[in-house]
């Protein structure tokens, strides 16, 4: 699989560079470039010729960005140039000072099977989709705002989808060869090499930020760009990612995984008190997990003194019923919390953000079966959205392809690798953190995430070598998985951004300063 994944990620072929020409009269109707057909490239492409656009937004504090839009495709095809795949992609561009270079961010989002959409106009592209509050409905509204968290005033931005996600398709139709770990990262590896080399940026500071799985992709596709391709990347933004599935889905009996969830149980039951959850607030909550938690654990469910106490305990700090607590043996899980903290009312709270909660569609049952409140409803604004992104502003019409925001059928056929060993990035990023003493890398979650907590990520980075000190920090705010829809946490995240980016030009300026680390910060 490894040879077929190099192999056929060998040769892309050459896009038009993409330029930028930013209008100075603000956004107006978008204007449209298209390459001639002759130009397209292998036969048997379904994507149509990339797009070019004019825009510029007006930020809440009165700055204005002007920029230049490319959506469009890389089409892959193996060495006898016959297409393989192509890989849809929205990129932003905007002008840079002369003699400087501007730094270029890929973005990828998780799944497996997601598409770049989340960061896009969630998170960290020029627009944002308004889609926040303790409730979410599917048919909220779609219209786009200025996003006042976009990274286009530091960086330009290219949010790419991997195959069957997005509109990325293979060209026989069966993605399922590039369903793999070890494919994904080589196929994407090259496909920003490629990018790069068509666009003429190799000069460029060069970024990564990934979410969920996809911050899991980016200490690999670091690692293959690297080793393989011979492409140095600047820093690495990991937002909510999984570093290890073999912390992160450890089995009931193992007590490791409650561990590692507590201090995130404790985070919602500060918020459903009124209060907003900080490294401090926890500092009990994480001591505790590591100490006498763990060790009443391995007690074992029968030992009534340790359940008694995990009974007392857990349930102050998860603001739960003891009784609650009790019958299961202080071993929380996340489903039983889900419906738990609003079983008085009816409503069930998302694995993704305790914070954000929906109507339970079986309350009387002993145990419902229920769609998430925040991933599954946000799915149809958010695929709303970029569907007239990409018709209505940057004039990419895709009308015989449905968009895959979240394809399950990916994650369904995902090949997690061989043997018994659970796949992991950690030894990745210790491996490209020693090759490059000027790499930096954020690491950032939500405190009321349950599905990657926070507090597996902190004690996995506790456990990596020093460095030299300063290039790995762990950023931690209000919200859960998708932190970012909150205004205070997406402010924050935006200047930890630009201070890791800033660091990074000012490392490449001065190569020998591999500067000091800090572990971890609490961003209020």
């Not at 330029?19 to 470039?33: D, I, L, W």
């Amino acid at each position: 699989m490894q040879r077929f994944a190099l192999g056929l990620a060998a040769v892309l072929l050459a896009a038009t560079p993409l330029v930028a020409q930013p209008s100075p009269h603000g956004e107006r109707p978008a204007q449209e470039t298209r390459k001639p057909p002759e130009a397209r490239g292998p036969e048997g492409r379904k994507l149509p010729a990339d797009a070019v656009t004019e825009h510029s937004v007006t930020l809440p504090d009165g700055r204005v960005l002007a920029f230049t839009a490319r959506a469009g495709s890389l089409p892959l095809v193996d060495e006898a140039g016959k297409l393989q795949a192509e890989i849809a992609f929205i990129a932003y561009a905007m002008p840079g000072k002369e003699g400087a270079p501007r730094p270029v961010t890929f973005a990828l989002n998780g799944g497996p099977g997601a598409a770049s959409a989340y960061l896009n106009i969630g998170a960290i592209g020029p627009w944002r989709l308004p889609v926040e509050g303790a409730s979410i409905s599917p048919s909220a509204p779609i219209g786009l705002v200025p996003n006042d968290g976009t990274w286009l005033d530091f960086t330009d931005l290219v949010f790419l989808d991997p195959v069957g996600s997005g509109y990325s398709r293979a060209a026989d139709g069966d993605g399922k060869k590039y369903w793999s770990v070890e494919a994904d990262a080589s196929v994407l590896s090259s496909a920003i090499a490629r990018w790069l080399r068509t666009n003429e940026r190799m000069a460029s500071p060069k970024f990564f930020v990934g979410e969920s799985y996809g911050g899991f992709r980016g200490p690999l596709i670091a690692s293959k760009l690297q080793e393989e391709i011979g492409i140095g990347l600047s820093g690495l933004v990991l937002l909510s990612p999984v570093l290890d599935f073999a912390w992160l889905q450890t089995p009931r009996t193992t007590p490791w995984g409650h561990v590692l969830k507590l201090p995130s149980f404790a985070a919602a039951a500060i918020e459903r008190s009124g209060g907003t959850p900080t490294r401090a607030t926890l500092a009990e909550a994480e001591a505790y997990a590591t100490g006498p938690y763990l060790a009443d654990l391995l007690k074992g469910p029968s030992d009534t003194a340790a359940v008694a106490r995990l009974a007392d305990r857990v349930g102050a700090l998860a603001g739960l019923d003891p009784a609650f607590v009790r019958r299961q043996a202080g071993r929380l899980s996340a489903s039983g919390v889900q419906r738990e903290i609003g079983r008085d009312t009816g409503r069930v709270a998302s694995a993704y953000d305790t914070g954000v909660t929906g109507w339970d569609p079986d309350p009387a049952a002993l145990s419902s079966g229920f769609e998430d409140p925040l991933l599954t409803a946000i799915q149809a604004p958010l695929t709303s959205a970029m569907i007239a992104l990409y018709t209505e502003r940057l004039n990419w019409k895709v009308p015989d392809l449905r968009y895959e925001l979240l394809n399950n059928a990916v994650n369904r056929g995902w090949t997690w690798g061989s043997g018994r060993m659970a796949p992991e990035a950690v030894g990745a990023l210790r491996g490209v953190l020693a090759l490059d003493g000027n790499l930096r890398v954020l690491v950032a979650h939500g405190f009321t995430d349950l599905v990657t907590p926070y507090f597996a990520s902190k004690l996995l980075i506790d456990q990596m070598p020093a460095f030299g000190g300063g290039r790995l920090d762990l950023a931690v705010y209000p919200g859960g998985h998708m932190f970012y829809s909150r205004p205070d946490s997406r402010a924050a995240f935006h200047r930890d951004a630009a201070s890791l980016f800033a660091k990074a030009l000012e490392a490449r300026r001065a190569p020998d300063g591999d500067a000091g680390r800090s572990r971890s910060k609490d961003t209020p």
